[in-house]
């Protein structure tokens, strides 16, 4: 049975979906499991239980500092070599983001599913499009996005199709072990999104981002600032804007386009006008 983590979070349920699209034996696990699911919470190492797993999907516990995060990887791959999982897949972050704030703990991951002696597989994924369109700001009347991103591009990438790599290599891992993919898509600029929203677009400087973030905006945890704030002057200034083959190879096709879903994301975030 092929058995993926982070089950009810969004790509954990769309990997989930696809590969029972693609008709896979497959089940999903969580530390808040639905119907049919497994307990498995990543601070509690008596809950990882993964006997009968063939295939591990390890979605990335990103949420957290990076000390808890790869404490929380090695329980679970410790789990993984007592249980005789045989092969593991993780979702990693992009190669051109290990200047990214939260790319040392996926690193620091990527070194323990080596070291496991388990059969591996390491899908480096891009940013979503759909994080990319979400983080844009509304101004004015709902009739300006403005962002920190400048004129910068990124090699964005639709979740959909990141959860259907996923699910491609997890079905049949063996051609993929001890591969490192890089899942990257179509450059897209913020500029871009506001033209297929029809409005206006205005940069913003990394100083008043990092402010508005720190003074505006409310129930961030200390670490996602900084994090924030590293994927802005990433792709103002370059560095995540390189395209690769591994995603379209693996998919057998060509790539959901990003914009078409940074355009739907930052437009769910439009505010209403009052009249």
């Known amino acids: 049975m092929i058995l993926v983590t982070g089950a009810n979070g969004n790509l954990g349920s769309a990997t989930l979906a696809a590969l029972h699209a693609r008709g896979a034996v497959a089940g999903g696990g969580s530390r808040t499991p639905g119907e049919g699911m ?17 295939t591990l999907v390890l979605i990335s516990a990103g949420y957290g500092e990076d000390d808890q995060v790869v404490a929380r990887h090695a329980a679970i791959l410790d789990a993984a070599v007592r249980d005789g999982v045989g092969h593991v897949v993780y979702t990693s972050v992009t190669t051109a983001g290990d200047h990214l704030g939260f790319a040392l703990a996926h690193r620091a991951t990527e070194r323990l599913v080596r070291a496991s002696g388990l059969p591996w597989t390491v899908l480096r994924n891009g940013l979503y ?21 400048g004129e910068g591009a990124l090699a964005a990438v639709s979740r959909e199709d990141l959860a259907e790599v996923a699910a491609v290599v997890a079905s049949d891992p063996a051609p993929h072990g001890g591969r490192v993919y890089d899942l990257v898509g179509t450059p897209i600029t913020a500029r871009q999104v506001a033209d297929g929203l029809g409005v206006a677009y205005r940069a913003i400087s990394l100083g ?9 905006t409310p129930g961030l945890l200390p670490f996602q600032p900084p994090m924030l704030a590293s994927i802005a002057t990433g792709i103002r200034h370059g560095f995540l804007e390189g395209t690769a083959p591994d995603l379209t190879d693996l998919l057998g096709r060509a790539v959901r386009a990003p914009l078409a879903t940074a355009v739907a994301a930052a437009a769910a975030g439009r505010p209403e006008v009052s009249g």
């Open 129 to 149: 499009a759909e994080l990319f369109g979400g983080l844009l700001r509304w101004a004015g009347d709902g009739d300006v996005v403005e962002s920190a991103f």
């Open 208 to 216: 008043e981002y990092r402010r508005r973030l720190l003074e505006e």
């Open 38 to 54: 497994r307990r498995l919470d990543f601070d509690d190492q008596a809950s990882l239980d993964l006997t009968g797993v063939s």
